[in-house]
């Protein structure tokens, strides 16, 4: 009886993503009506809180939006019992990044999909590598409780940008 439940609960999950309304975030100053990016419409409340900071913490992110030609919930990303891939950055040939894409698993809990979006844009916008391999905060490498990241959100996302290479490189901490 659980299975069926499980089965039917996936079920509805995965026909949820697949009706999700694409989302196209409009970057300012383009040109051409093919130059905007396309975001997965469960995903662009997250980018767009994740720019607001930006600019509040006066991280200039626009050149990297530019950059890049999609933001979307995929099924690729390996999963297994003991865990798997929640987000990725997607590089082309050139290295550069042209993707950040996010396994359907996130859609499991909105405050799944919200560390894991502040966790990838963190990597891409902000210059993060993994900060440990599991400590329960944003940019961890590993993350045992997501729950226990989002009860102290404010204080995480303070620390997320305050410590970032980005914000410290603008503060002259860091060398460029």
Known sequence: MKRAYLTLFLTFVWLFVLNAQNATYELPERISSSDVLKTDGLIQPHLDDFMRLCKAYDINCTEKLFKLKEIAIVDSLKMTAKGGTLGMLVRNDNHDVEKIIFSWMTLLDKEIL?????????HYFLGYKHTCKDCNIIMAEVN???????????????????????????????PN
């Open 114 to 122: 919200k560390v894991v979006a502040f966790h990838e844009f963190g």
């Open 144 to 174: 045992t409780s997501y729950f226990d990241i989002v009860r102290d959100w404010d204080y995480q996302v303070e620390q997320l940008f305050l410590n970032s290479p980005e914000y410290l490189k603008k503060q002259s901490l860091i």
